[in-house]
């Protein structure tokens, strides 16, 4: 069973199901059924919120996160 995760910054997920959500998971379905031969049933997609300070936007730095101080 093909699992997609899809991380949103905290607070993003709800917006994106109701706007976005329905045509993204649907076209996620329709590829992997049409390129693959895996039946739409049995894709699951999940929506994973994520706290801002635990991204990176490159160059290995969290830039949202409190400087941290390590001993």
């Known amino acids: 069973m093909p699992l997609a995760r899809i991380p949103l910054m905290q607070g993003k997920a709800a917006g994106f199901a109701q706007k976005v959500g ?36 490159g160059n290995g730095v969290a830039q949202y996160a409190e400087e941290a101080t390590f001993e």
């Not at 049933?41 to 991204?55: F, G, N, Q, R, T």
């Open 22 to 57: 329905a045509v993204v998971y649907r076209a996620l379905a329709e590829r992997l059924h049409n390129d693959l031969g895996v039946r739409k049933a049995d894709v699951l997609i999940s929506l994973v919120e994520v706290k801002k300070e635990d991204w990176s936007f």
